[in-house]
């Protein structure tokens, strides 16, 4: 038998494809700029007193995509940002429920630094990682948990 042949995973051992390139690399500059700019200009629209329940979405993910990909070694922020972010896009979830879409300017600070941090990471860490941070909030928001710290 020849010493070089690959090795059948045993059990519930499952085989992972060996990562291409593009899975290896971090998303393009182009791509990651326009993210910002998207997460950037919801948080205005909050400012302006003009969000909704999807720009609301898109920034509780990025918050919790920015939590995981910390965890995976991508960048760091303290663990009283990401609550202070939270606990401010809690509120905005309140009074959407009377149909006032805002988040005061004396707030957005926490939620600005995450935004620049997850920019951050989404600058270094390779594709496969945040797909795997994107896996670990849908596998969040189907769980029972109040927040993944």
């Not at 051992?13 to 990651?32: D, E, I, N, W, Y």
């Not at 939270?86 to 988040?103: H, Y």
């Amino acid at each position: 038998m020849s010493q070089n042949r690959k090795r059948r995973p045993a059990g519930s051992q499952s085989v992972r494809k060996p990562l291409g390139k593009t899975m290896l690399l971090p998303h393009t500059a182009t791509f990651v700029r326009e993210q910002s700019l998207h997460w950037h200009l919801a948080l205005a629209a909050f400012r302006a007193g003009k969000g909704n329940g999807d720009l609301l979405a898109e920034l509780v993910e990025t918050l919790y995509l920015a939590w995981y990909l910390q965890e995976a070694g991508f960048g760091a922020a303290e663990r009283e940002l990401y609550l202070d972010a939270e606990r401010i896009l809690d509120a905005a979830a309140r009074s959407a429920s009377k149909n006032i879409w805002l988040i005061e300017a004396a707030d957005c600070l926490p939620i600005t630094g995450i935004l620049d941090l997850h920019e951050q990471q989404l600058q270094r860490a390779p594709v496969y990682a945040v797909g795997e941070a994107q896996q670990r909030v849908l596998h969040f928001g189907k769980s029972d948990k109040r927040s993944p710290w």
